[in-house]
């Protein structure tokens, strides 16, 4: 392997591992305070247990996922030094504001959340979680502002004497056509996700812990049907998205379909194709027809363009690619088999979680009491299902515009550091690997004894609205 293959394997084991923590914070952070919120407006002392439960979780999720941010800024200086310098005038501005703005405002709410139970008026407390899950939404519109100008370049102009792409419209940057749907499909999923962790975690709980069975019915039920009502919001968008994608990137699409040749009227949708080892045509395939127009262009007899007639279409537009060594010089199709079937496995492991989150209400409507089977299973499989899904949509969405690491501007082969060695790139991914493996084993012990512990026995905590507390009380660590 080269120091181009080696980079590869560690931006996607750093990009995969880091995205598992993304949307549970994100769809977390809205499920604790609503959880509060609940119980401030009910005065149920269920869902202050089940606010204090679930925000261990979050906070466990929430440390983790900055450590592994972290390491993935440092990764473009180390192995993709070349792309930076590129991009970094466009990006500078919306990564410095969300770092400035949106992280700080996360970590500082989340701060007052954690000590100020003694010390902030309930109302005022519950605020700051809000705030907290507003932040988030902030940090993920910024950063997705900036993937989706790798998608889809606008708001700049090409400087030749720096060799480098310059800012010139920073509100075409953040109103991206690109971004306009892909951040309400990364959110819907965020909120789909966390929904099914909370209703899983329920479901294991309840059938462990019968003295706390109606405490975790409660978190059944709204977990799956935010997972639901979520997953309808995913569909939607995604529905969107692939429009988008058909105009902007038809050949992300035409290589997630498996279609090699241009269908000007009823593009048949691939359920399950098989090419030929170079990838250059079909040999077997099962279609459902008409479909792929629909999903691309809004109609059954919109043109759909294929990977063939594109890839003549990208030579001639951008000529060879010299130097290419993962790729075919000037062969500008992504690896059709990943992008074919991690399309797939997003979409199907999404619509398994979906039909599972209805089955969860199902089980449980009118105060029933599944088996225990039933609940262990949905448990345990609907988070994994999501994350899964999560994990295979990034893939599709940035192998399917390979070899593009800026769509139409500059290839993955020309992004990668020029100065590395392939000694030291490949003992950066041995040594993140091995650091992101111990965080994992800390990760999932912490989660797993947080969770076998249960939610932990009602306490009133003091209210300082109605002067429940001592003046000179010290800032309490509520966990």
Same mark, same amino acid.
């Given at each position: 392997?080269?120091? $181009?293959?080696?980079?590869?394997?560690?931006?996607?084991?750093?990009?995969?591992?880091?995205?598992?923590?993304? %949307?549970?914070?994100?769809?977390?952070?809205?499920?604790?305070?609503?959880?509060?919120?609940?119980?401030?407006? @009910?005065?149920?002392?269920?869902? #202050?247990?089940?606010? &204090?439960?679930?925000?261990? #979780?979050? #906070?466990?999720?929430?440390?983790?996922?900055?450590?592994?941010?972290?390491?993935?800024?440092?990764?473009?200086?180390? =192995?993709?030094?070349?792309?930076?310098?590129?991009?970094?005038?466009?990006?500078?501005?919306?990564?410095?504001?969300?770092?400035?703005?949106?992280?700080?405002?996360?970590?500082?709410?989340?701060?007052?959340?954690?000590?100020?139970?003694?010390?902030? %008026?309930?109302?005022?407390?519950?605020?700051?979680?809000?705030?907290?899950? !507003?932040?988030?939404?902030?940090?993920?519109?910024?950063?997705? *502002?900036?993937?989706?100008?790798?998608?889809?370049?606008?708001?700049?102009?090409? =400087?030749?004497?720096?060799?480098?792409?310059?800012?010139?419209?920073?509100?075409?940057?953040?109103? =991206?056509?690109?971004?306009?749907?892909?951040?309400?499909?990364?959110?819907?999923?965020?909120?789909? @996700?966390?929904?099914?962790?909370?209703?899983?975690? +329920?479901?294991?709980?309840?059938?462990?812990? +019968?003295?706390?069975?109606?405490?975790?019915?409660?978190?059944?039920?709204?977990?799956?049907?935010?997972?639901?009502?979520?997953?309808?919001?995913?569909?939607? +968008?995604?529905?969107?998205?692939?429009?988008?994608?058909?105009?902007?990137?038809?050949? &992300?699409?035409?290589?997630?379909?498996?279609?090699?040749?241009?269908?000007?009227?009823?593009?048949?949708?691939?359920?399950?194709?098989?090419?030929?080892?170079?990838?250059?045509?079909? &040999?077997?395939?099962?279609?459902?027809?008409? $479909?792929?127009?629909?999903?691309?262009?809004?109609?059954?007899?919109?043109?759909?363009?294929?990977? =063939?007639? $594109?890839?003549?279409?990208?030579?001639?537009?951008?000529?060879?690619?010299?130097?290419?060594?993962?790729?075919?010089?000037?062969?500008?199709?992504?690896?059709?088999?990943?992008?074919?079937?991690?399309?797939?496995?997003?979409?199907?492991?999404?619509?398994?979680?979906?039909?599972?989150?209805?089955?969860?209400?199902?089980?449980?409507?009118?105060?029933?009491?599944?088996?225990?089977?039933?609940?262990?299973?949905?448990?345990?499989?609907? %988070?994994?299902?999501?994350?899964? *899904? +999560?994990?295979?949509?990034?893939?599709?969405?940035?192998?399917?515009?390979?070899?593009?690491?800026?769509?139409?501007?500059?290839?993955?082969?020309?992004?990668?550091?020029?100065?590395?060695?392939?000694?030291?790139?490949?003992?950066? !991914?041995?040594?993140?690997? #091995?650091?992101?493996?111990?965080?994992?084993?800390?990760?999932?012990?912490?989660?797993?004894?947080?969770?076998?512990?249960?939610?932990? %026995?009602?306490?009133?905590?003091?209210?300082?609205?109605?002067?429940?507390?001592?003046?000179?009380?010290?800032?309490?660590?509520?966990?």
């Amino acid at each position: 392997m080269d120091v $181009l293959d080696i980079a590869r394997i560690q931006f996607g084991v750093i990009t995969v591992y880091h995205f598992l923590f993304v %949307p549970l914070t994100i769809g977390g952070t809205a499920l604790v305070a609503l959880l509060e919120t609940l119980w401030l407006r @009910t005065g149920n002392r269920d869902y #202050l247990r089940l606010t &204090k439960f679930f925000a261990k #979780l979050l #906070l466990i999720n929430f440390a983790i996922g900055v450590v592994t941010g972290i390491v993935q800024e440092f990764q473009f200086g180390m =192995n993709w030094s070349d792309y930076s310098r590129f991009v970094g005038d466009v990006f500078g501005a919306p990564l410095a504001i969300e770092g400035l703005l949106a992280f700080f405002l996360e970590s500082t709410f989340l701060g007052l959340w954690i000590f100020g139970w003694d010390k902030l %008026p309930r109302g005022l407390h519950n605020a700051c979680m809000w705030i907290v899950h !507003l932040g988030t939404l902030a940090s993920s519109y910024f950063i997705l *502002a900036a993937n989706s100008w790798m998608q889809n370049p606008v708001g700049y102009r090409f =400087n030749p004497e720096s060799g480098r792409a310059e800012l010139v419209d920073f509100a075409a940057v953040m109103f =991206n056509e690109v971004q306009l749907v892909t951040f309400p499909h990364v959110i819907a999923a965020a909120y789909m @996700t966390a929904g099914a962790a909370m209703a899983g975690v +329920s479901a294991w709980l309840f059938v462990r812990r +019968s003295a706390d069975r109606e405490l975790y019915r409660r978190t059944i039920r709204l977990g799956a049907a935010i997972a639901l009502l979520a997953g309808l919001g995913v569909a939607v +968008s995604g529905d969107v998205q692939g429009k988008i994608m058909t105009d902007v990137q038809p050949m &992300k699409m035409a290589a997630a379909e498996g279609l090699y040749e241009t269908a000007e009227t009823c593009a048949p949708f691939s359920v399950f194709t098989v090419g030929t080892p170079d990838g250059k045509r079909e &040999k077997f395939a099962v279609t459902v027809p008409c $479909l792929l127009s629909f999903l691309g262009t809004g109609s059954f007899d919109g043109k759909v363009q294929g990977i =063939n007639d $594109l890839r003549e279409e990208y030579r001639e537009t951008y000529g060879q690619d010299p130097g290419a060594t993962y790729y075919t010089p000037g062969d500008y199709t992504p690896v059709i088999p990943i992008t074919y079937w991690t399309f797939r496995f997003m979409i199907g492991l999404g619509l398994v979680a979906a039909a599972g989150s209805a089955l969860l209400l199902w089980l449980t409507r009118r105060g029933r009491t599944p088996s225990a089977r039933w609940l262990g299973t949905l448990g345990i499989g609907l %988070p994994l299902a999501l994350l899964g *899904a +999560s994990s295979f949509g990034w893939i599709f969405t940035e192998m399917g515009r390979q070899p593009w690491a800026v769509f139409g501007l500059m290839t993955t082969e020309q992004a990668v550091s020029p100065g590395v060695s392939v000694a030291e790139a490949a003992t950066s !991914l041995v040594v993140l690997t #091995l650091v992101y493996a111990v965080l994992a084993v800390i990760e999932v012990r912490l989660l797993a004894t947080t969770i076998q512990h249960g939610a932990d %026995p009602f306490v009133e905590p003091p209210d300082p609205a109605l002067g429940d507390r001592a003046d000179d009380a010290p800032l309490a660590f509520a966990y």
